[in-house]
């Protein structure tokens, strides 16, 4: 235990700079829009030239990159984010408005993806070059290939407008109490069964829509995995001791596991910024959706609070992922 702890000492430290370099590309990447946006606030070329140095001033704009960069930081910890001149409202509560409903179709995403993904992996392996391994072949190479938008409407087709099972578009009712802004959850821990019943439906195409090409992308990695451990010799060690197949197939899928958490991992965060097409053709108000309007109208305030919030997420997420490395195999601690 003092090893691990050592580690997540290790761990968090570099998580600050990390933090801090992820700041420092926001505001980098937010410099190269090619247009002023003060004008762009001030309502474009017919804009009046003292709104727009009041615009200037008010996100010091006229001060030089170093001096900027440190209102920004300042602004970040502190919790202001500014205002979107196109919602007037701060950035950060946009930010918590759209997100929770960003992370909840990322989350069941990323469940859909596991509970199948990985089954389908290890069957693909323990049944290599069979026909059931072909067709996981055929999976994988079909998510990889399939445009999400074409994937969205074809379900929509089928099992809204052919079959009437599911909802084509939308969020679904909101719970009675709301805790944490994820409509499944919260339905759920307030007993409000209708309103969870509703919300599962209307998550289920945008959900699956979202996880089919990660699925095949997990059930190669798992396959790849497991077929690595079970050539290894002391997989062949414990079968001819005898010991039951499920004890030996347990330290084979904890020997795989770290190749399919760094997957997951990296999946979680790409699901969060590949929710832009999938939001934008189930009408699912998210984060995706703000984030296409902040781009259309070169919102400066919502596009670095976007970036920055995703970025957050990818490198949150990484930590996860090395504590769990940490956990799963006692030799990455050293």
């Not at 993904?117 to 055929?138: C, M, N, Q, Y």
């Not at 009712?173 to 919260?186: A, F, H, K, M, Q």
């Not at 690595?228 to 001819?240: K, Q």
């Not at 070169?298 to 609070?305: F, H, N, Q, S, V």
């Given at each position: 235990?003092?090893?691990l702890?050592y580690?997540?000492i290790r761990?968090?430290l ?8 992820v700041t420092?590309?926001t505001?980098?990447?937010a ?22 140095q009041l615009?200037?001033k008010k ?6 990159p170093?001096?900027?960069y ?13 205002i ?17 409903a960003t ?7 990323l ?5 199948i993904?990985?089954p389908?992996?290890?069957i693909?392996?323990?049944?290599k070059?069979t026909w059931?391994d072909?067709?996981v072949?055929?999976i ?17 087709w089928i099992?809204?407008y052919?079959?009437g099972?599911?909802p084509?578009?939308?969020r679904g009712?909101p719970p ?14 307030c007993g409000?069964f ?9 998550i ?7 996880a089919?090409p990660?699925?095949?992308l997990?059930?190669r990695?798992?396959r790849s995995s ?6 290894a010799?002391?997989i062949?060690y414990?079968?001819?001791?005898g ?5 030996v ?7 795989a596991?770290?190749p399919i ?14 929710a832009?097409i ?10 995706g959706?703000?984030?296409?309007a902040?781009?259309s109208?070169?919102?400066y305030?919502?596009i ?6 995703i970025?957050?997420?990818y ?5 996860i992922?090395d ?7 006692p030799?990455?601690?050293?």
């Amino acid at each position: 235990m003092g090893e691990l702890k050592y580690y997540l000492i290790r761990r968090l430290l570099t998580f600050i700079p990390t933090i801090i370099g992820v700041t420092l590309l926001t505001f980098l990447i937010a410099r190269v829009i090619p247009a002023n946006p003060a004008v762009l606030w001030a309502g474009g070329i017919k804009a009046k030239p003292e709104v727009v140095q009041l615009l200037i001033k008010k996100y010091h704009l006229d001060k030089p990159p170093h001096i900027q960069y440190f209102y920004y930081l300042k602004d970040i910890f502190t919790g202001h984010w500014g205002i979107s001149p196109v919602t007037h409202r701060p950035v950060i509560a946009d930010i918590a408005t759209y997100f929770p409903a960003t992370a909840e179709l990322a989350l069941f995403s990323l469940f859909v993806t596991i509970f199948i993904g990985i089954p389908l992996g290890v069957i693909s392996a323990l049944k290599k070059d069979t026909w059931i391994d072909h067709v996981v072949r055929i999976i994988a190479i079909s998510g990889a290939s399939m445009p999400v938008f074409w994937l969205g409407i074809i379900l929509q087709w089928i099992f809204y407008y052919s079959l009437g099972l599911l909802p084509a578009t939308g969020r679904g009712i909101p719970p009675r109490i709301t805790y944490t802004g994820l409509y499944l959850l919260d339905s759920l821990l307030c007993g409000d069964f209708e309103a969870f019943r509703s919300n599962l439906q209307h998550i289920i195409l945008p959900g699956f829509t979202l996880a089919y090409p990660c699925i095949g992308l997990v059930a190669r990695i798992t396959r790849s995995s497991v077929l690595d451990v079970l050539s290894a010799d002391f997989i062949d060690y414990a079968r001819i001791r005898g010991l039951k197949p499920s004890f030996v197939f347990r330290h084979v899928f904890r020997n795989a596991s770290i190749p399919i958490i760094t997957i997951l991992g990296l999946l979680f965060g790409s699901l969060l910024c590949g929710a832009v097409i999938t939001e934008t053709v189930f009408s699912w108000p998210g984060l995706g959706t703000y984030t296409v309007a902040a781009i259309s109208n070169i919102d400066y305030p919502a596009i670095m609070g976007v970036t920055l919030i995703i970025g957050l997420v990818y490198v949150t997420v990484n930590l996860i992922v090395d504590i769990l490395y940490a956990i799963i195999d006692p030799r990455i601690r050293l």
